[in-house]
């Protein structure tokens, strides 16, 4: 139901309500749709659902949102979508929400503020990834404004890896046991066949 969006999953603890809002990725012409409005583009799409939203700034607000979010870090594997066009969202655009949790983008990160967050992915899918450290991450809502983050990295089943040098640098390295399952990029620097 697309009215879901507009409402939001209430939970109580010992610090009051918090409000935890879903917003699945949307393209403007469902919010034009759904909304009855005329919307141009997908910045002012976002934009709209987020005002139609009767958020209670008072109370802490959770936004778990799937957008390609301007200034985020994308990679190799995510080459083909439209990271850096006209679907970019500006992260100003969740400014009545204490955390934001976002998805879709592989590399975890947070953008402009730690508490607007692409969480990653679980696995490495290019070796433009290679680098990043995978993670869990957690976290904990106190009272508003005290958000606290703690991360546990992922044991991968194999790990990527690239591997530069010459061919006799390359087969002299050797490999332990506990990285004969990695997936290796291999760039050789021999200049003569």
Known sequence: DPQDALRPITL???????????????????????????????????SRMIDAMDIDRSARNVLIAHQFVAGASTCDSERGAMVGGVDQIAVST?????????GH??????ISRPTVRYSGSLMKYSFSEASQRKQMVFAEMKEKGNIAFSFVPFQLPHDMR???G???????MGHEDAHREDYLRIVLKDEEP
Not at 94 to 102: K, T
Not at 166 to 172: E, F, T
Request: charged residues 15%; without cysteine; hydrophobic residues 45%.
């Open 162 to 164: 690239v591997l530069s």
């Open 12 to 46: 109580h603890d010992e610090w009051g309500a918090l409000h935890v809002w879903l917003l699945p990725f949307i393209k403007p012409v469902y919010v034009r749709s759904f909304l009855q409005q005329e919307v141009n583009g997908w910045q002012e799409a976002v």
């Open 105 to 110: 983008l592989h590399s975890p990160q947070h």
């Open 166 to 172: 010459s061919y006799d640098q390359i087969a002299a």
């Open 94 to 102: 969740f400014d009545p929400f204490d955390y934001v949790a976002l």
